[in-house]
């Protein structure tokens, strides 16, 4: 089936420090999502992305569409402890509206 | 507003056995989805329900089945559970208006197979 990759896998950083992370495809998307999940739970949604180009910004958190329609970036500024867990990309296809998720990325963040 | 709710949390079943994964939220939503998250991968959908009456296999539906009772409830069935299956299953919910609009996650349920 259809796959995104979603890099890196897992990341260790300091409090206080930027996060990037991103996801590609070889296929194009109509629609990406960011979602994080936390330890227990289901994931949540934290940002939508509907255009080739767009850029959105939820507090700290900014993601991008990329222009070839192919892949999507996520940044967090400034880390924090309550930043820790899985995030998690996702996109729709226009041939139906079923998600396709990305493998994770695991936020640690070190004491 | 519980959101989306699944029962039970934890269960543990021997290779063979059937069980019932129960789903339910109170958000009026048409669309409902059961996913399996199996580590170091991301979900995989099994089945959805665009809409009340009806039902879709998504990207890994074989050894399940799946009922929307309402639109409220949509339940997952193993029918002969095999070790295979042996995962952390999702539900979610949205307004089903055919995009990516946000899904509503359910807590998940934790399966393990012997």
């Known amino acids: 089936g259809q796959q995104l990759n979603q890099s890196p896998q897992s990341m260790f950083i300091q409090e206080g420090e930027d996060v990037s992370m991103n996801c590609t495809s070889s296929s194009i998307f109509n629609t990406w999502l960011w979602y994080k999940q936390d330890p227990g739970e289901g994931p949540v949604l934290l940002i939508a992305l509907y255009k080739a180009g767009e850029l959105t910004s939820n507090g700290r958190l900014t993601a991008q569409f990329g222009i070839t329609r192919k892949d999507s970036f996520l940044n967090i500024s400034a880390s924090i402890p309550s930043d820790v867990g899985i995030y998690f990309c996702a996109g729709q296809m226009d041939s139906n509206y079923q998600l396709i998720w990305g493998a994770g990325t695991k936020l640690i963040i070190k004491p | 507003n519980a959101g989306v709710t699944q029962t039970p949390k934890f269960q543990v079943l021997k290779t063979g056995q059937s069980m019932t994964l129960q789903c339910a939220q109170d958000?009026?939503?048409?669309?409902m989805y059961w996913y399996r998250q199996d580590p170091g991968m991301g979900l995989r959908l099994i089945y959805y329900?665009?809409?009340?009456?009806?039902?879709d296999k998504g990207e890994v539906p074989n050894g399940y089945n799946v009922s929307r009772l309402n639109k409220r409830e949509f339940s997952l069935r193993l029918e002969s559970a095999a070790p295979s299956q042996t995962s952390v299953y999702f539900c979610a919910s949205s307004t089903g208006q055919f995009r990516a609009e946000t899904q509503y996650f359910g807590p998940g349920t934790r399966l393990l197979v012997l």
């Open positions: 958000m009026n939503h048409n669309s």
């Open positions: 329900s665009a809409s009340e009456g009806t039902t």
